[in-house]
């Protein structure tokens, strides 16, 4: 017999909304910046890891960049990253938010190509070695210009890898907003090539549910990123729900970046009430000391969800990856076989 806390750690999970440089383990981070001589955002190692808020804590997420300044760099994050995940939650397939952008703007540049086939080259090495699939999605970061993701995507389209399916975002504009609109060019030009769409939109409580909507229906979103916001906007859930609209939600995030308890009032479990596919990730595991058996054990318990619930969410997972039908059949045969085996052992 095992007890729930275990049965949620050992259920296979995907995870769908996580920043590459945000897997990096705190040892690796720690060791490239003493390298290179990178400072990061506190010298008071005790207190590294502290936010206030999404703007403190994207301070602190900008600099870690900086400590990848190599493809070798990068590609070790990425395999050390689904190491640590396969251990910490049984992952089975992961999508990563990747930010060119970063790499591209700084005294040693990589390109698009180079960063992004850092991250295919340790990410297909870390499928061969723990047999995690993944996919790719480029992040526009917002602190950018509408002009300049429109050349994101204009690079994205001139160097095509079966792996990289999708344009997402990551940060808030200058302005420390969301701003789904200033994206509209961007998200169209990657629609017309086929690329899949998600956005970061209603993550926090200043963040307007319109941003659901805009991402929806403006921007043509497949899924969306939090989007908390949208239970508070009955149109806005409504709309979710007929568009059948995934939701990569992320608990132990919200508890820094949206200043939000973790219980059974929490916005995820009202999305998860009113029906809407939801699933979970860790967003950033480096900087809120979390993992993804971490999110499934405290967090969902937190929300007061049980085990059938975290196996609808693990399910959701793969309903809403940007991954190939064939692929999704293998994992959700894989999911549903751990399932039987794990219900077997739950204690009563
Ligand atoms: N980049 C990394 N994590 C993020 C988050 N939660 N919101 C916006 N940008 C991010
Ligand atoms: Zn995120």
């Not at 017999?1 to 999970?13: G, H, T």
């Not at 990410?123 to 999605?137: H, K, P, S, T």
């Not at 956005?199 to 969306?224: K, Q, Y």
């Not at 937190?302 to 809403?320: H, K, N, S, T, Y």
Request: glycine fraction near 6%.
């Amino acid at each position: 017999m095992i007890s729930l806390a275990d049965y949620l750690q050992l259920l296979p999970k995907t995870e769908l909304h996580c920043h590459l440089t945000s897997t990096m383990r705190a040892t690796t981070l720690q060791e490239l910046a003493a390298r290179d001589g990178v400072a990061l955002w506190t010298e008071d190692a005790e207190h590294l890891f502290d936010f206030a808020d999404l703007v403190d804590f994207l301070h602190g997420w900008r600099i870690a960049h900086e400590v990848l300044r190599t493809g070798d760099d990068i590609a070790r994050v990425a395999w050390e990253g689904v190491e640590d995940a396969v251990r910490a939650g049984n992952l089975r397939y992961r999508e990563y938010y990747v930010n060119p952008q970063y790499f591209a703007r700084r005294s040693s540049p990589l390109s698009y190509a180079e960063v992004v086939d850092a991250v295919i080259a340790g990410l297909r090495r870390a499928e061969r070695d723990f047999g995690v699939g993944f996919r790719v999605v480029v992040a526009i970061n917002r602190r950018e210009s509408g002009e300049a993701a429109v050349d994101l995507v204009r690079e994205m389209i001139a160097h095509p890898r079966p792996e990289v399916v999708g344009i997402g975002q990551d940060d808030l504009t200058p302005e420390n907003t969301e701003d789904p609109l200033r994206f509209v060019e961007a998200y169209a030009l990657a629609g017309a090539h086929g690329l899949r769409r998600t956005a970061h939109v209603g993550e926090t409580p200043s963040a307007d549910p319109e941003n659901v909507r805009a991402a929806i229906e403006v921007l043509g979103c497949d899924r969306i990123d939090h989007g908390y916001r949208v239970v508070d906007d009955p149109a806005v859930l409504a709309l979710a729900r007929q568009r059948g609209i995934g939701f990569a939600t992320t608990p132990w995030s919200t508890t820094i970046c949206s200043g939000w308890t973790l219980d059974e009032t929490h916005r995820i479990r009202r999305m998860v009430d009113a029906g809407l596919p939801v699933s979970v990730s860790t967003d950033d595991a480096l900087f809120f000391r979390t993992d993804l058996g971490r999110e499934y054990r405290e967090g969902l318990t937190a929300l007061g969800l049980d085990a059938a619930a975290a196996q609808r969410i693990a399910l959701a997972g793969i309903d809403m990856a940007f991954c190939s039908d064939a692929e999704k059949q293998r994992l959700r045969a894989e999911f549903r076989a751990a399932f039987l085996a794990l219900d077997a052992l739950l204690a009563p």
